[in-house]
Structure formats: C-alpha cells, structure tokens
C-alpha cells in the first residue's frame, strides 16, 4: 500500500473521546510503508491509559482488512503544555492547572476532583492536587494523608504524596478541628504561597480543588494563576445549575476555557431492588452544556460507596479500579484532557531569550 492508501484508512479510525479521526486530529505522526510492511506511529496529546491498546487494536484491524499483513502501530501520549491567561505565566514545571469548581457547595466536588486526578495519574500523567479550599480542606482526609510537610530550605514545602499524587492543602498545617478564621486578603495570600512555595516538581497536570463560589479565590485563580481549563461540578438540581452557570460564566469572562460539565448524583440505583430514582432531577447538566455549548464529560450516581472510599482515604479510582464508577471517571478526566489537548499550545518557553548589551 502506498503512503495515500494508508492514510484513507487512518481516516475511518475515530478517537472516542473527541470523536474525530486521528488524522484530522494531527495525531498521526508518521506513516512508513516499505515492501508490504506498513509503519504507523500515533501520538496522542492527553493520557488515556488502556484505550491506547484498544485504539492500536482498532487500527491494525482497519489496516489487516485493507490488505496489510505486516503492520507495526504505536500509540503514545505526549502531554503539552497549553495556553493560560494572557496577563499570568505558567509556572515552571507545571505544564496544565486545571480548576474543578462548582456554583454551590454539597454536589460533590471535591469528592469528583480527587477521582479525576487519580484517574488521570492511572492513564499514566504526572499529576499533583492543590486544595485550595482555606476554609474547608478535605483532600487530606480523601486521600488518606497525614502529617505535616517537610521544608529542606526553611522557605518552600515539600509535598505530600499517596496514591501516586503530589498534594498540598492548608490541612496539612492545622488541626483537622482547627477554624480558619480568616479574612479575604489572608485567605487569597494563603493560596498564592501554597501553589508558589511547594516544589511540585514536573508535573503534566495540576488539579485544583476549589471552594464553592465565585468569591475571592476564585478572582485569586483567574488573576494570578495561570490556568488552562476548568471543569463545573453540578447536580441536576435547578438550584444547583443556576450557580453552576454562574461559575461557567465568571470562567468565560476571565478567558479560561470550559473543559466541560460532570453532573453528580445524577440516579440512585437501589441497591436491593435495582430501582433507578432520578432524586435530584434529570438531565440537568446535559441541557447546561447544550445551552452554553460546552462539552458534557458525564454522570456519576448517587452510591454510598463513593462517599465510604473517600471517608477512608481510598478514593474510588484506587479502590475499585476496575469497578464501573472508576470507569466513568476515568472517560471523565480523558474527555476533559482530550479536549484541553485541543486547545492553544503555550509555546512560551521555545523561545529564546534575547539580551541586549553595550559593546
């Protein structure tokens, strides 16, 4: 087969989280074809874990049907670093913050932020978790660690790590029973210090769990932190899509892209009878992201096992990783990846640096 025949084929072969083919997508990288032998080398922009196989598979299986009897398909990830605000540089090391953040609290924010860095540390990212929740950090506890961090320098913090995450959280500096009776100016300072003085070291993407609002962390985010995308945690609830819009929108204005919407606790299945109960609604956050045309990422019910894994320390990514629900947040975090992988590249740090001298 000739190199043109090769690539017809590539183009029935669509990627299933961004439903398109891997060649209009540039995910082809290079194409070999040398008496009979065929070549193919893929490179995807965001981690997707086991569906590398299963995308291989499908490609020699188009290529075998073609009239291929020799084909050698690679399929890698290669993470980028993508665009932030104009007005912040991206932070050395870090190549994508990605900001989980919800209208109201109580639709399970945190509990999905966790979820989704696990999984995309499970498809093979380096992944870290700020909580940038001041007045109420709970990733210590949802990813069972305690302790305090190290400073080998007395001015930086070392993270703490479980799961295979880097992490930092002002839990790891106070009582779990400790208030943090704080003002706003202390609380937005607290965060700058808890991004800027951890060594996180290289990291593909660095999720941040945010408070519920749209208040002065989130202003904070936006103005000082350069961030690449940001997904809206809702309910189907009407109360809970209302403030929900109001973050999607406080992102838009600020110029930080909506990787998509997960909609919690969107059915209850009995455990005993198998009764699917739609408590809180239905549909509500498919309709949100037909509305503002942004990408839905998915629904996850209402099960007490999720609620008992994070109790314990053990989200369900971890605990359950083959389970149904740790499924469905792993399609969630490689939707949200995949579609960042679209989005502008921050080519900054390509570009050398010009200084000028008197001779």
Known sequence: MTREQVEAVLKGIKDRYLDQDIVSLHQVKDITTDNGKVAVRVVQGYPAGGYR???AAEINAALAAAGVADADVSVTTQVAAHAVQKSVKRKDGIKNIIA???GKGGVGKSTTAVNIALALKADGASVGMLDADIYGPSQ???LGISGQPESSDGKSLEPMQNHGIKAMSIGFLIEEDTPMIW??????QALEQLLGDTNWGDLDYLV???PPGTGDIQLTLSQKIPVSGAIIVTTPQDIAL??????LKMFEKVEVPILGIVENMSMHICSNCGTVEHIFGEGGGQRMAEQYGVNY????????KIREQVDNGNPTVVSDPDGKVAQIYKDI????AARLAQKAKDYSTKFPTIKIMNV
């Open 53 to 55: 196989d299963e995308l």
């Open 100 to 102: 989980v953040a919800s």
């Open 140 to 142: 210590p506890r949802m």
């Open 183 to 188: 003002r706003g100016p202390m609380v937005t």
């Open 208 to 210: 941040i769990d945010l």
């Open 242 to 247: 209302l403030d929900a819009r109001k973050g």
């Open 297 to 304: 990422l998915g629904g996850l019910p209402l099960d007490i």
């Open 333 to 336: 975090s490689r939707k949200a």
